[in-house]
């Protein structure tokens, strides 16, 4: 029976047998906690029978999820609010500081890629500005925004704008000289062939690099809201080892990484509606 | 001359050669074109042909001389002379159609939308593309298909003067056939005055009212200026039974086998140097005897 399923029905199955593998070694592989009678003075006094204490089984993160997922915008005070609301507050540091960033560089990233003498001026900074680590500018961006809201969309801002920048002078850079021509022989205006030949032509180009730009903002905005704090998906990870509830970070661990996805997707879908085969 | 259509009157391209020095590709290069006719222009690689044409079209600065269309200097691109280029140089990203509307919209602003897609669609119905193959991407289109939509392209903008780089070049042999009808045809509608670049003689000889002849680069000339003189209208199969074509055809290869390596090199000097006319005619007796006895040397 199995023979005659189409390769993505295969690869399906095999996907959601993989998964209940995986919970099932992982649900067996959690020792049964003891009951409190057989625990020791100092078992007891460390909470060694607390059901926290160990890494939980698939079946309590799934309890978790179904638990917060039911009510994902409740709001029960500044260190209690529902994971819908984390990730609202993380989606919208990311969207600011990336739209921002995608302002920026897009434009500049034209002139780099039309002048060459641009690139070779600009170039310098970009290649020192590029491998500092995003977190490292947080202290700075602190002292001169001192508002840790925008210290942490500043920060997305720095990280996501390095590959959209280089990304779009590339591929305006590297637009077939055939189709300049093209737009030359037909007497259209700089502002025109940017628009009809260049923008389109260089499109597949600027959309990869907005698409590993979005990535790069999601992996660092965890990373950010640990250290700013107050709200957002990386801050509800870090309270809640705080909280040392363990379920709650790997369902939050699980969270990060489905919106990421979706995120991703998203400019996967908008990578194939401009892409062209010459 | 001086009163052509288009006049080219001492175009010189050197480039520096890497050593200090200058390397000259064509020298003193002057020809006229009448309007309404249409000329090709033959000559080995390297001599500078191409170089020619991205002068005429305006994407390229000639070291000297000048090129006037209608009495006016010529700088810079203009719609009034439409290109196709060899590797045709549509825009991947649009429709056949939308490549032809691209051009038109751009010619004739004032144009509504309905009016831009008519003119579009007719003229790529004169290069036999109808029906579903205008609103494929030029990647679904064959290489032949590809250059008939850029034709459409030129011929759609009604440019005072057409420039045609090689554009069968990377077309077989067979399709290339249909296509050179299919250029004649619209050309004999259009009336359009026409400048192409060929290596192959039979199609310049089927095509053109005039063949340009350039002897090798470096320092290449403008030589010889061919008349065909076989009637139009004509076809392919028909044309090589015309007493006139062996004539032509065997000048045609004399010339590029063995002259214009012969002639390479020698300076035209400074003065207006005109290719010398050419016009073979064995129906009449009265002109160039010369090649003559070479046609019944092959006929016989």
Redesign the interface.
């Known amino acids: 029976m199995i023979g005659t399923l189409s390769e993505n029905k295969k690869a399906a199955l095999l996907s959601v047998l993989i998964l209940l593998v995986g919970c099932f070694i992982w649900e067996m592989s959690i020792p049964a906690q003891k009951a409190v009678e057989e625990l020791t003075e100092y078992e007891r006094l460390t909470g060694g029978g607390q059901p926290k204490a160990g890494v939980p089984p698939p079946s309590q993160v799934l309890g978790k999820a179904w638990e917060q997922l039911s009510d994902p915008f409740y709001d029960a005070g500044p260190n209690d609010k529902g994971i819908g609301i984390q990730i609202g507050y993380s989606i919208y540091r990311v969207l600011t500081g990336y739209l921002l960033a995608a302002v920026i560089a897009i434009p500049l990233g034209f002139l780099i890629g039309m002048s060459s003498v641009a690139y070779k001026a600009l170039n310098p900074f970009i290649q020192v500005l590029r491998p500092i680590s995003p977190l490292a500018w947080m202290p700075l961006a602190l002292f001169v925004i001192q508002d840790s809201e925008m210290s942490a969309i500043f920060v997305i801002f720095i990280c996501s704008i390095w590959p959209m920048l280089i990304n779009t002078a590339f591929g305006v850079a590297g637009v077939r000289e055939?189709?300049v021509?093209?737009a030359?022989?037909?007497?259209?205006g700089a502002l025109k062939t940017a628009f009809?030949?260049i923008l389109?032509?260089a499109?597949p180009t600027i959309v990869t690099g907005m698409r590993i730009s979005i990535g790069i903002a999601w992996l660092v905005i965890v990373a950010a809201e640990m250290l700013v704090g107050g709200t957002g998906i990386g801050y509800y990870v870090w309270n809640e080892w705080n909280n040392l509830d363990l379920t709650s970070v790997i369902f939050s661990i699980l969270m990060i990484g489905v919106v990421g996805m979706l995120l991703d997707s998203m400019f996967g879908l908008l990578q194939r509606t401009?892409a062209?085969?010459? | 001359m001086a009163n052509a259509f288009l006049s080219i009157e001492q175009l010189t391209q050197r480039y520096p050669d890497g050593n200090g020095g200058e390397f000259t590709v064509f020298e003193n290069a002057s020809f006229g074109i009448e309007k309404g006719e249409f000329v090709c222009i033959l000559g080995h690689s390297g001599c500078g042909k191409s170089t020619i044409m991205n002068i005429l079209a305006g994407l390229a600065e000639p070291t000297s001389g000048v090129v006037k269309m209608d009495g006016q200097h010529v700088s810079g691109p203009s719609l009034d002379r439409g290109v196709v280029f060899q590797n045709y140089s549509l825009l991947p990203w649009l429709t056949a159609l939308k490549n032809v509307t691209f051009g038109v919209q751009a010619r004739f602003p004032d144009w509504d939308k309905a009016k831009v897609i008519e003119h579009s669609t007719t003229f790529l119905a004169k290069v036999g593309l109808t029906g579903d193959a205008i609103h494929r991407k030029p990647s679904q289109l064959s290489g032949g298909m590809r250059q008939r939509v850029s034709i459409a392209r030129a011929f759609a903008n009604e440019p005072k003067l057409l420039l045609l780089d090689e554009p069968f070049g990377a077309l077989d042999a067979l399709t290339r056939g249909t296509i050179q009808d299919e250029l004649i045809k619209v050309w004999s509608d259009t009336d359009q005055t026409v400048f192409m670049i060929t290596h192959d003689i039979d199609e310049a000889i089927l095509l053109a009212d005039r063949i340009l002849l350039m002897t090798n680069g470096p320092n290449a000339q403008v030589a010889e200026s061919v008349e065909i003189t076989i009637p139009r209208p004509r076809n392919r199969t028909d044309i090589v039974e015309h007493p006139n074509y062996y004539a032509i055809r065997n000048h045609l290869v004399h010339f590029l086998g063995q002259r214009s390596a012969e002639l390479s090199g020698q300076s035209g000097g400074s003065g207006m140097h005109q290719p010398k006319t050419v016009r073979i005619d064995v129906t009449d007796e009265a002109d160039d005897p010369e090649p003559a006895p070479v046609l019944r040397a092959v006929e016989g």
């Open positions: 055939d189709w021509n093209v030359r022989t037909h007497e259209l009809t030949v389109p032509a499109a401009v062209y085969t010459e």
